[in-house]
């Protein structure tokens, strides 16, 4: 009975892993703040956390967890994806805008969706660094990132 427990504990903690190949663990820092939940780093691209980190930067989230829809709406830009899908629709002002085609899809992971961070930060106009070092994801606002000199 003791081996039967620490194999499912070593399966849920390599399910990301297995999920998308090979995974490390990644900081999100939102405006100063640490997130509790680490982003993911799966096959060289860095997933976040959905709706952690984009609520907590002023966004709206919809997610569907029977048809992996996901909903991003941020200003004037909503965001369309789905998980296992990396096609990305952006519409502006209720028009289409663009479609992305990503190199990584999203995922779901422990119940949380996890998205491409790079691509979504762009074209929402949210400032992205990363830090090779550190293997941190940096997110702030244009707005706050970058005030006005007059």
Known sequence: MRYM??????LLIAAPARAAGTAKSATVVINGFVLQNPGWIINGRTH????????RLGARVWYDNTSGAIEIEFRDTRIFMKTGDAVMTVTRYGGLLKIVHMDTP??????TAYIPVRHVT???????EWDQATSTVL??????RY????
């Open 106 to 111: 999203p995922i779901v992971a422990y119940g």
């Open 139 to 144: 997110l702030t606002k244009w707005r706050q």
């Open 122 to 128: 762009y074209e929402m106009g949210l400032h992205l």
């Open 48 to 55: 976040v956390p959905l709706r952690e980190v984009f609520t």
């Open 5 to 10: 427990i620490l194999i499912l504990a070593a």
């Open 147 to 150: 005030e006005p000199f007059w």
